[in-house]
């Protein structure tokens, strides 16, 4: 390995995902959601009562996952606007890095667009070092520096008490999150995520590959060196009708996370707590569990479980992976949760893209978009 590639593999270390924000209607009331259906715990809160007078943010936490819901306080706000547009939605996928100010300055110099300037937040806990680019759509990165903090969350944040306390659902941390891009946008982002961020294309799947009889798309995958960051990219492909890619793209009005997929070490017990508390998931046809042996060969689970919750089946040369999607979690038919329980694969479930863009299909044709 010549110096050259070091340089490129580490110029940005990354720890994982910080936090992801989403910009929603109502914070509050989605906070309450995503407690109860969810299995999040309430961590902290900012907001009028603690200072910040234009919005309110909820974080929550399971495990290792932390999720943001800001809603803003006025029509003028910048918020307003892209929930206006979009509805809600993803807004920041935050990065845990080492240097936030360094971060900032080897994205920028690679030509990585400024959204926040370096700048140091403290109180009685220490100190937390922020700075962000942007990437696709309106969604933006921001390098999360906390090694010196020992609060909840972040100065600005207080801790947030709730009498309210649904259990956990097991969910650990965040798998990967997908992201759709226009038509031709995928290689300026894959090149964007190799040039600005020193990711690597794991993955590239073309409309061969992802195609059903009426839709299609193409997806490349980009991880960080270590791998704990991955960000497949969606772009539509020409189908004979819209492919899901296109329809999040009319619906969410441009560029977005599709996807925010959750790892658990147990999604039989995972996704049946979902169910229960009322998250709806896609339903692959009662066929697709007959050759599921052929396919993927030996797995520890017992079908039948499997099959009564429709929790899909892909495997790898490193091994195999379960996953479930939900349906989307706005009345737009825009992002969604994935479910996701590896056992040794480090792929992303293309054996299981055609049952699951066809049941993608039954409810675009159901919604009138197919
Ligand atoms: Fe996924």
């Known amino acids: 390995m010549n110096t050259q590639t070091i340089e490129k593999k580490d110029f940005l270390p990354l720890n994982g ?26 961590l902290a809160y900012a ?40 509805g809600d939605g993803v807004k920041v ?6 240097d936030a100010y360094d971060a900032y300055e080897q994205t920028t110099k690679r030509g990585g667009i400024s959204c926040m300037e370096p700048k140091t937040l403290s109180d009685k806990n220490g100190e937390v070092r922020l700075s962000g680019i942007k990437t696709y759509g309106e969604v933006e990165h921001i390098f ?3 090694k010196n903090y020992n609060g909840v969350f972040m100065p600005g ?23 759709n891009v226009d038509w031709n946008g995928m290689n300026p982002r894959v090149k964007f995520y190799e040039e600005v961020m020193g990711f690597n294309n794991i993955l590239s799947f073309d409309d061969n590959d992802i195609s059903t009889e009426y839709s299609a798309l193409m997806s490349k995958v980009m991880s960080n060196g270590n791998g704990y960051v991955k960000f497949p990219i969606n772009e539509p492909a020409v189908g004979k009708k819209k492919s899901q890619v296109e329809e999040y793209l009319d619906f969410y009005e441009g560029e977005g996370t599709q996807h925010i997929a959750i790892a658990t070490n147990d999604i039989v017990s995972t996704v049946k707590q979902l169910m229960a508390r009322g998250v709806e998931f896609l339903k692959v046809p009662a066929s697709y569990y007959e050759d599921l042996f052929d396919r993927v060969g030996k797995i520890e689970e017992d079908i039948e479980p499997l ?23 706005e009345d737009r038919p825009t992002m969604f949760f994935e479910i996701i329980q590896r056992k040794g694969a480090k792929s992303f479930g293309k054996g299981n893209f055609k049952a699951l ?14």
Not at 17 to 37: C, P, S, W
């Open 17 to 42: 995902t910080d936090y992801i924000e989403l910009y929603v209607g109502n914070a509050k009331q989605a906070a309450h959601f995503y407690k109860t259906a969810f299995g999040f715990q309430s």
């Open 157 to 179: 944040f207080v801790e947030w008490k709730s009498a309210y306390n649904p259990t956990e659902t097991g969910l650990l941390y965040v798998d990967h999150c997908v992201g």
């Open 357 to 370: 863009f066809e049941a993608l299909e039954r409810e675009q044709d159901i919604r009138g978009n197919l």
């Open 307 to 329: 099959k009564e919750l429709g929790i899909l089946v892909d495997r790898d040369d490193q091994g195999y992976l379960l996953q479930l999607f939900s349906k989307p979690v």
């Open 47 to 86: 907001g009028p009562e603690t200072g910040v007078k234009d919005r309110a943010s909820y974080v929550l936490v399971q495990n290792k996952m932390r999720l943001m819901l800001t809603s803003p306080m006025h029509s003028d706000h910048p918020i307003s606007e892209h929930i206006r547009k979009h």
């Open 144 to 146: 999360v520096e906390r």
């Open 93 to 98: 996928l935050a990065l845990i890095v080492d």
